[in-house]
């Protein structure tokens, strides 16, 4: 197969969830004798310091000749400075825009090990399984922005096929999944929501009578992800409301080191990112929870290199290494970020083991 990867590490966190991140590749790729090709390069303010470029050339025309991306985290006080010209943020925005990654996939479901991790009552948690789809290279992102001591602005926009291809995309899983897709938009106030609306009734009635759909303004789905989040399965937003709620649902499942990411798209590369930033509070302690970004490299394995079964004995081996307690202190356990990922790797190995002697 001679699948060709990039690893981005990025900051803070970043490099010790991705150093996790290489050893499951590397284990994968031996166990199934994949050849996989692995390469890394410099983003965000790794990059700025040695390049001043938060997207280094070499680091997006490496991207665009791989297969898939994975990232760690960007950012840090260090590059805080509101009146810098280049953040490090810009990096991982221009990568997501260069490489045309409109949807992001956040899954979210909750281990039963760690219902009473969470600040919610178990009864309301306990069927947890959401897919958040993020549109992921629009709205107030990527909209012209002015900045000044006096002024500012972000403006946000959509056309009508940025809405319909993310829409779309939503509907096929919804329909794979169990036949429920929410739209959550503000199209009491924002004209832009006002077109997700209309524009996902006509994808929603033409092409999928058979799936349930409903909308719901963000405020009030703030307060039902907590309140009653088993209600919701596939879930479709604009960027910055796909960015807020899913924080926000990472409380329901235990730590926003679980949760992984896959962002999709027109080009060759899918980018797997964990959905939390580099966490400078934790970073450079052993703390970092990896299962968010080992879940990535599943995710990696399903939609980049068309490996589902893969995929599902990643997420397999995550979740036992949760029901065994072998886990961050984050999640109720005492390993560290390294151990807790060998403890998945060694879960791999048994479920192959026990996969090998079955058949
Ligand atoms: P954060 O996600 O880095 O951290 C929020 C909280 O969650 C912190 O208390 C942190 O310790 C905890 N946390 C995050 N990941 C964890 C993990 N794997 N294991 C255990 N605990 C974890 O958000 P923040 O503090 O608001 O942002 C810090 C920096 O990260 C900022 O510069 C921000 O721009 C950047 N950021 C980057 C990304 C990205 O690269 N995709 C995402 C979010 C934030
Ligand atoms: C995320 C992050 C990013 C976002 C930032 C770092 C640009 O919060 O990946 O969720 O807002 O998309
Ligand atoms: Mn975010």
Redesign the pocket.
Known sequence: MNAKVVLLP?D???PE?TDQAEKLIRSMSDQYGLGIEINTGLI?GAALDETGEPLPEDTLAMCREADAVV?G????PKW?DPHAKKR??QG?LALRRELKLFANLRPVRLHPALAEISPLKTERIKNVDLMVVRELTGGSYFGDKEEGDDFASDSCTYTREEVERVVTMAADMARARYGRLTMIDKANVMATSRLWRAVSAEVMEKKYPDVAYETMLVDAAAMHIVANPSRFNVIVTENMFGDILTDEASVLVG???MLPSASLGEGKAGLY??????????AGRG????F?MLGSVGMMFEYSLGMREAARQVELAIWNAVSAGQC?L?IGGNLRTDEAADAVINQLGDIHAKKVAFI
């Open positions: 990025g803070g966190i970043g969830v965000g990232l985290a960007v950012g840090g805080d490090p943020e991982l730590s926003m080191g990112e964990p959905i939390h930033g580099s966490a400078p509070d934790i703390l970092a929870n990896p968010g961050t984050d």
